[in-house]
């Protein structure tokens, strides 16, 4: 038999209005009686009916979470954090894989609207920022992550992007390279072009030349950081000695490719990526990276769009972390200098 509002209360020792009240972020409970409930709640199975609330008004306990790949590690981290802070105030998340492609962030927008989702987390790239304008006009919360839009006033959880250029640059060049390279997803992702400004900002500090032909753009994906690394290392004249890749998948496919041309990383070739996700320890051999703090990220946006939930009129925020570089085994003199 499906457990009622009634099965919840008795479980609990409460009322029901004191059930309800959890449900809906009402009354003067506790943090901690209110996961209580919520526990109870998953115990018993319990799901308050979302199309009911929505009728009414009230708060459907759903938010919508648009990311470019959830088979991405970065962004899949980055869900999970969200998904568990979510879970602990009683929350379901809706995760929606857009390719950084517009259209389906249209489809995916139109979707959550007509499940009433009380907000929309954005971790992908948006090239129609109308999109969004349109959302804030029909007073839908939203909050950014790991993305910037710059022209709209909404929480934003963003890891400093360009520092973590900074020290690509300033860690490799303390190791003698000088002829450098780097792998990029599209510039127009906010997050991409501030690594790579960082980057240039750091080689020009030390009077590092940088050429825009070193530059080869990619998709977000392992086999397309083995394709641009390729190319970087079948050019005529003198290979780079080092590849900045602007994430830790584009990193993972260089090494591929550098297996591939006979190329011995780090002895022939250091190679930098950037997010720290779980497969920058099990590369071979394991790639120094920038680390985002992707867990303590997914947990701010979560808490942010939570607070502009319970009072519309809050404060926007732009929190900004600084990152970290990670050295492993990826990175090393140039041969020669050591």
């Known amino acids: 038999m499906k457990a009622t509002i009634y099965d919840v209360a008795k479980e609990a020792g409460v009322s029901i209005a004191t059930v309800s009240n959890a449900i809906n972020g009402k009354g003067k409970i506790s943090k901690k009686r209110r996961e209580e409930i919520f526990k109870i709640m998953e115990r018993l199975q319990y799901q308050p009916s979302v199309i009911a609330s929505a009728l009414t008004g009230k708060k459907t306990f759903t938010l919508g979470l648009l990311i470019p790949d959830i088979s991405n590690p970065f962004f899949a981290e980055i869900a999970r954090a969200i998904e568990d802070e979510a879970h602990q105030s009683g929350y379901s998340v809706i995760i929606c894989s857009t390719d950084n492609k517009d259209e389906r962030v249209e489809r995916y927008i139109a979707l959550l609207e007509s499940k009433s989702v009380d907000g929309i987390i954005i971790g992908t790239g948006i090239d129609n920022m109308d999109i969004l304008s349109q959302l804030q006009s029909r007073s839908v919360p939203l909050a950014m992550i790991a993305r910037e839009a710059s022209s709209l006033a909404v929480d934003t959880v963003v890891a400093d992007d360009f520092v973590g250029g900074v020290l690509a640059a300033e860690h490799l060049v303390s190791l003698g390279h000088k002829r450098l390279a780097v ?51 079948q050019r005529g004249g003198e290979r780079p000695t080092a590849i900045f890749c602007c994430n ?53 946006v979560f808490k942010l769009i939570l607070g502009h939930l319970q009072n519309k009129d809050s404060i926007r925020q732009r929190i900004v972390l600084r990152p970290e570089l990670t050295i492993r085994q990826s990175t090393s003199h140039v041969a020669g200098e050591a």
Not at 259 to 277: M, N, Q, Y
């Open 183 to 233: 792998l990029s997803e599209n510039l127009k992702v906010s997050s991409s072009r501030e690594r790579i400004r960082g980057f240039r900002q750091g080689l020009a500090d030390v009077g590092v030349s940088f050429d825009d032909n070193s530059i080869v753009i990619c998709e977000y994906k392992v086999e397309e950081g083995k394709r641009g690394a390729l190319e970087l290392l």
């Open 248 to 300: 830790d998948l584009l990193a993972i496919g260089a090494i591929q490719a550098a297996k591939e041309a006979g190329v011995r990383v780090p002895e022939d070739l250091s190679i930098v990526g950037f997010d720290d996700t779980i497969l920058a320890t099990v590369t071979d051999p394991p790639l120094t990276t920038v680390a985002q703090p992707m867990e303590h990220m997914g947990k701010l």
